[in-house]
T-cell receptor
Framework: DSGVTQTPKHLITATGQRVTLRCSPRSGDLSVYWYQQSLDQGLQFLIQ???????AKGNILERFSAQQFPDLHSELNLSSLELGDSALYFC????????????????FGPGTRLTVT | GNSVTQMEGPVTLSEEAFLTINCTYTATGYPSLFWYVQYPGEGLQLLLKATKADDKGSNKGFEATYRKETTSFHLEKGSVQVSDSAVYFCALSGGSARQLTFGSGTQLTVLP
């Protein structure tokens, strides 16, 4: 058990809908990362938050957004869903990193499997 | 940008065989390198890491050495077990947020 929790475990929804994925980092970790794992694209970095602030964006679509709350949990919002958004969405947390910090180990949650029908 | 190229799978070995999974990378600066393992239906677990050139990461009999001159971080294990069957991902940490860039993953199946 990594200490990172993600809910829900599975989500099935229809095209055009909006969903919210939730992540609680390990106790004491300030950083939350979101990754998408799909068969055609592999594992891709989406976005990172550090202590409530967005720090970096990767291959995140404009239809997707995220935020990190004062209690450090994070939510990933996916809207206008398309079939191609079906994937495993992972959250990871680490002690760092703010800008300029050395890399810290990232601990991954079990993932949320999203199926868009 | 950063990229990781990983040995194509799947790889099937008999128990107690020697394992090598090749990984090479392209990155600016001096990234940290990682191997993660994903068991069926689970999230990724950190297997080992190396943070600078010539560092050797090791864990559970697995080893990998950070080779800057060949930009490689090959994973090795001397004697695999059935329980090692999983998908293995090579990754590097880079960018301002130290986000991970992953290879495509290698599916390993170990037969008894």
């Amino acid at each position: 058990d990594s200490g990172v929790t993600q809910t829900p475990k599975h989500l099935i929804t229809a095209t055009g809908q909006r969903v919210t994925l939730r992540c609680s980092p390990r106790s004491g970790d300030l950083s939350v990362y979101w990754y998408q794992q799909s068969l055609d694209q592999g594992l891709q970095f989406l976005i990172q938050y550090y202590n409530g602030e967005e720090r970096a964006k990767g291959n995140i679509l404009e239809r997707f957004s995220a935020q990190q709350f004062p209690d450090l949990h994070s939510e990933l919002n996916l809207s206008s869903l398309e079939l191609g958004d079906s994937a495993l969405y992972f959250c990871a947390s680490s002690v760092g990193t703010g800008l300029g910090q050395a890399p810290y180990e990232q601990y991954f949650g079990p993932g949320t499997r999203l199926t868009v029908t | 940008g950063n990229s990781v190229t990983q040995m194509e799978g799947p790889v099937t070995l008999s128990e107690e065989a020697f394992l090598t999974i090749n990984c090479t990378y392209t990155a600016t600066g001096y990234p940290s390198l990682f191997w993660y393992v994903q068991y069926p239906g689970e999230g990724l677990q950190l297997l080992l890491k190396a943070t600078k050139a010539d560092d050797k990461g090791s864990n559970k009999g697995f080893e990998a050495t950070y080779r800057k001159e060949t930009t490689s971080f090959h994973l090795e294990k001397g004697s695999v077990q059935v329980s090692d069957s999983a998908v293995y991902f090579c990754a590097l940490s880079g960018g301002s947020a130290r986000q991970l860039t992953f290879g495509s993953g290698t599916q390993l199946t170990v037969l008894p």
